[in-house]
């Protein structure tokens, strides 16, 4: 529904910008031109792509006239060049999560600590983390069992004891009960924004050297995927796991393979 809505909001962007009504060639061109200089080229291809499906069923409608269409770029940009996104070592994370461990004085430390080994060891998105409940943990058979938010698929993530404990510290000795298993001082959910926060104030204090990469948890995300890519883990089954048809979005955003997770988590980057 988010992604619906938000593809819904930048073809109405479109339509307001160009003046829809009164939409010409002339108009088209100068369009194009002037909204490559307001983005970059990664968002100037994939909404450039959108709004030429939306074209397509404007003229199938009847709404266009196909000299219009005609004067939309046909071939789109190519992206699958754009750059890889910010990833860390297995060294670098193992130096993250042991300079973590050791930052007792702060508030919810247990908790924010727990977050950050799950995050590191399965790659699991903010949004998962949030809506994650304590029955999602199958201690007996040690999984972990969620519904992804984005693609709404089942994910089954090995419950190695470097996740398990820090969350079993966490639920003994902070949590004070409710819903959802990580949660504020206040028995609330957690919001994406604030797990993000947790993950970039840890990278912020350690010893690693960011060098202007991105420092969240997508990045921890990014970083078991080029782990998990390296050990020659198939593309097409990342892509699976993700829900993604196309394996080029993987070979850029690449993401983890719950299947062959087991495989490569026996080298995660916890000796702490």
Not at 208 to 224: D, E, F, P, T, V
Not at 231 to 255: E, Q
Request: net charge positive.
């Amino acid at each position: 529904t988010r992604t619906i809505n938000n593809k819904k909001m930048r073809i109405r962007t479109f339509m307001i910008d160009i003046h829809f009504q009164n939409i010409s060639k002339d108009s088209v061109i100068l369009y194009l031109k002037n909204y490559m200089t307001k983005c970059n080229h990664i968002t100037y291809t994939i909404d450039n792509r959108l709004i030429r499906r939306f074209l397509i069923f404007c003229y199938e409608k009847g709404e266009l006239d196909k000299s219009i269409l005609l004067s939309w770029p046909e071939k789109m940009p190519n992206i699958k060049n754009k750059k890889i996104p910010s990833v860390y070592s297995i060294e670098e994370i193992s130096l993250l999560l042991k300079s973590a461990k050791t930052c007792k004085s702060e508030e919810n430390h247990l908790r924010n600590f727990a977050i950050l080994s799950l995050i590191a060891y399965t790659g699991m998105r903010a949004s998962d983390v949030v809506n994650l409940r304590p029955s999602d943990i199958d201690w007996r058979n040690n999984e972990i069992r969620i519904i992804q938010q984005k693609t709404k698929k089942e994910i089954i993530y090995p419950l190695l004891s470097q996740i398990g404990n820090p969350i079993i510290e966490y639920i003994q000795n902070e949590r004070s009960g409710g819903e959802h298993l990580f949660l504020t001082e206040h028995g609330h959910k957690l919001s994406p924004a604030l797990v993000t926060g947790i993950i970039n104030t840890y990278f912020k204090q350690s010893p690693i050297k960011i060098n202007g990469r991105h420092h969240g948890a997508h990045a921890l995300r990014h970083s078991i995927a080029t782990i998990m890519v390296n050990n020659g883990i198939s593309l097409f089954s990342v892509a699976n796991t993700l829900g993604h048809s196309n394996v080029d979005c993987v070979k850029i955003y690449s993401k983890i393979d719950i299947t062959h997770l087991r495989k490569c988590v026996l080298e995660a980057p916890y000796h702490a």
